[in-house]
């Protein structure tokens, strides 16, 4: 007899958060590189508030969506600030001793890696489902 509670508990639940997940919005966008527009090819895009963080992955061509709990529900409205992570080339070489040595090497700035240095902002509010961001390339090293 304690199922009875417990399922009308999750029927309330489910009551009250569904008109809450239809103010999720879809966002997505384009990684370009600010030198010359061409796109940067591999990452995870962050979305983060002071409660929560939501990510994208980004495709070769530099597009990406964004969700909260999966790639295509979108985020709620809300101030969020931009950061990247995993923006780098990978290359692999066989070494004579038969292991393989990886290299990763940063493709955009740095500051990008830090919600704090990055910069960048965007606000999900409904009007606007597009966000389009220029990086700088990592400096040689």
Aim: hydrophobic letters at 35%; one cysteine or more.
């Amino acid at each position: 007899m304690k199922i009875f509670p417990i399922l009308i508990c999750l029927f309330c639940i489910g009551l009250f958060c569904s008109p809450g997940c239809s103010d999720f919005k879809q966002l997505g966008g384009k990684v370009t590189f600010s030198d010359d527009g061409s796109p940067v090819p591999t990452g995870t895009i962050f979305f983060a508030t002071p409660t929560a963080i939501s990510q994208g992955a980004i495709q070769p061509d530099g597009t990406f969506t964004v969700g909260s709990f999966g790639a295509d529900d979108g985020l709620p409205p809300g101030e969020y600030q931009v950061f990247f992570g995993g923006v780098e080339a990978v290359s692999e070489e066989k070494l004579p001793d038969g292991t393989v040595k990886t290299t990763y090497t940063p493709l955009i700035d740095g500051k990008y890696s830090d919600a704090a240095t990055s910069g960048l902002t965007f606000t999900v509010d409904g009007n606007n489902n597009s966000f389009d961001i220029q990086v700088d390339r990592a400096k040689p090293r």
